[in-house]
């Protein structure tokens, strides 16, 4: 700048040494260009290469901090995923900081700085969060797993019990209903019927029964008047021998009532006393008996036709049914071929029974398999979950909330004297929390604190410069642009402007005065 003296200029060299060669990845880091810093002094270059080197600062705590959280946040990781990942998020890291170098101006405004800044500062407080908490998490990992020992363990133990009787219940209720539907299995596969062979063993049952004493046959239209016949019979002689009885008794009541009146006793007949003798009332009785006596004469005689009737009846029944059995006899040949259509009848039903019930039980064996797999589906994962819980194997969910409980709430089998250091649990863990969390996040504001505390040297002037050109042309230009342009349209019938240098209007501002800047790379007059 004006009054300024220019340091002397250094020897230009337009090939890197060996030792900027060697500080090439440095630079790189930093975002500075060879072609900037060789027109810087050596103190310059090796400034740069100091700001690059503080960015594999957070890059390598990135790369191991994202390796960690891998490794703690996944229940079997994958060393080659983990690397993998590691690596993305140290690249992601290396790329912001060597952006935010790169575009950090000691000479810009300071609202540009303080945005650049905080978002430095969100994105190592992000990153250290996420680093330090399964940090914690890993510190409290043996606490967090008696903890679920200690809740969980009751819970699992009901859970198998639940899960093995279930179980049983389905087993022991297949088994039965199995062997149930097997015993019926066998009758019906062994139950094979041959038609001819069951006709003719059917015809010689037929012949035994028709033959076997005491068989009463179909009757016949003969037969079944001559039975009709035998019943009217039977019920004449049961009438007649009713009225039999009741004539037999009251003869015999008669000649006692007879026999009391001759006394002069009462009687059933005139229950009044009178004198021993015979008077009227005797011989009245005596009429009664003399009439009832001929009607006990008479029933006898019919008594005794009828009788005789019912032996002439049941001999002709006897022959019409013996003459029925020889015409069950006689037909027996024509039916055979009905018993072999019932034959073929019972064989097509056994055959579908046993189709039915072959299709039952396998469907029941497919029922069985479906059940225990619904019931495996319900128990199994919930009973291999508590497990993992007991075995320390848990989801980050899971572990957060167990370190929730293990820092505020009392473990059940917590003694007095744990119960009173619970309250002092919370700012232990937060002590361990910071001290992690504040370690990473000054460790990944290195590069951006080194840059802010650095002071601008001769690379900031030299890459500020051109920006400082860029943006006045730019303010001239605007400023410029609506005077030339009414100008543009007047001189020139196509409206266009003939040169760039005439866009601008102003040639002062095409390039700021350097006194020898590609000699001495430092001073602005």
């Not at 930093?30 to 810093?37: D, I, K, P, Q, V």
């Not at 460790?443 to 890459?463: E, H, T």
Request: proline share 6%.
């Amino acid at each position: 700048m004006p009054g300024m003296n220019s340091p002397r200029p250094q020897e230009e060299s337009s090939e890197p040494s060996r030792a900027d060669r060697l500080r090439g990845p440095l630079y790189w880091l930093s975002g500075a260009r060879w072609e900037t810093l060789r027109l810087c002094p050596a103190s310059e270059r090796e400034r740069i290469a100091v700001l690059g080197s503080t960015v594999l600062i957070p890059t390598v705590m990135a790369f191991f901090g994202m390796f960690f959280y891998a490794k703690s946040r996944f229940a079997e990781p994958q060393i080659f995923t983990c690397f993998v990942a590691s690596l993305a998020w140290a690249f992601v890291i290396m790329s912001t900081d060597r952006i935010l170098l790169a575009t950090y101006r000691p000479f810009q405004p300071i609202w540009r700085k303080f945005l650049q800044v905080c978002f430095r500062f969100g994105l190592a407080a992000v990153v250290s969060v996420a680093i330090a908490f399964p940090f914690c998490l890993d510190q409290y990992r043996p606490a967090i797993s008696h903890r679920y020992q200690t809740e969980v363990q009751s819970v699992l133990n009901d859970l198998r019990e639940e899960e093995s009787s279930k179980r049983r219940a389905l087993v022991e209720t297949y088994a039965t209903e199995h062997e149930a539907k097997v015993a019926e299995l066998g009758p019906l596969q062994n139950g094979i019927l041959n038609s001819e062979v069951y006709a003719d063993e059917k015809l010689n049952e037929e012949k035994k029964k028709i033959s076997a004493e005491g068989f009463i046959p179909t009757a016949s239209a003969a037969t079944r008047q001559i039975v009709s016949q035998v019943e009217a019979v039977k019920e004449t002689i049961s009438k007649l021998t009713a009225d039999q009885n009741e004539k037999e008794g009251l003869h015999r009541r008669l000649i006692e009532a007879i026999a009391r009146e001759v006394e002069g006793r009462p009687n059933e007949f005139f229950p009044e006393p009178k004198k021993a003798g015979e008077g009227p009332r005797t011989k009245d009785m005596q009429r009664r008996d003399l009439e009832t006596t001929r009607e006990l004469s008479k029933l006898t005689a019919s008594l005794a036709q009828q009788s005789a009737n019912l032996e002439r009846l049941n001999q002709s029944l006897a022959a019409a049914r013996m003459v029925d059995r020889g015409t069950m006899l006689d037909a027996l040949p024509s039916r055979r071929e009905a018993f072999v259509h019932e034959a073929e009848e019972m064989e097509r039903v056994r055959t579908e029974k046993l189709e039915r019930l072959v299709g039952e039980i396998a469907q029941h064996t497919e029922d069985q398999k479906r059940a225990l797999k619904l019931h495996d589906d319900r128990y199994l994962a919930p009973i291999q979950r508590y497990e993992n819980k007991i075995k320390g194997v848990l989801d980050p969910m899971e572990e957060t909330i167990g370190l929730y409980k293990v820092i505020f709430l009392p473990a059940p089998d917590a003694s007095l004297t744990e119960q009173g250091e619970q309250g002092y649990k919370w700012m232990a863990g937060l002590f361990q929390f910071l001290v992690v969390f504040g370690t990473l996040f000054l460790l990944d504001l290195v590069p951006i604190m080194a840059k802010i505390f650095s002071r601008p040297g001769a690379y900031d002037v030299l890459v500020e410069q051109s920006e400082m050109v860029a943006n006045l042309n730019l303010k001239a230009f605007k400023q410029a642009y609506p005077e030339n342009a009414r100008r543009w349209a007047s001189g020139n019938p196509t409206g266009a402007p003939s040169s760039p240098t005439e866009i601008l209007g102003l040639h002062s501002f095409a390039k700021l005065p350097l006194d020898d800047a590609s000699k001495s790379g430092a001073a602005i007059k």
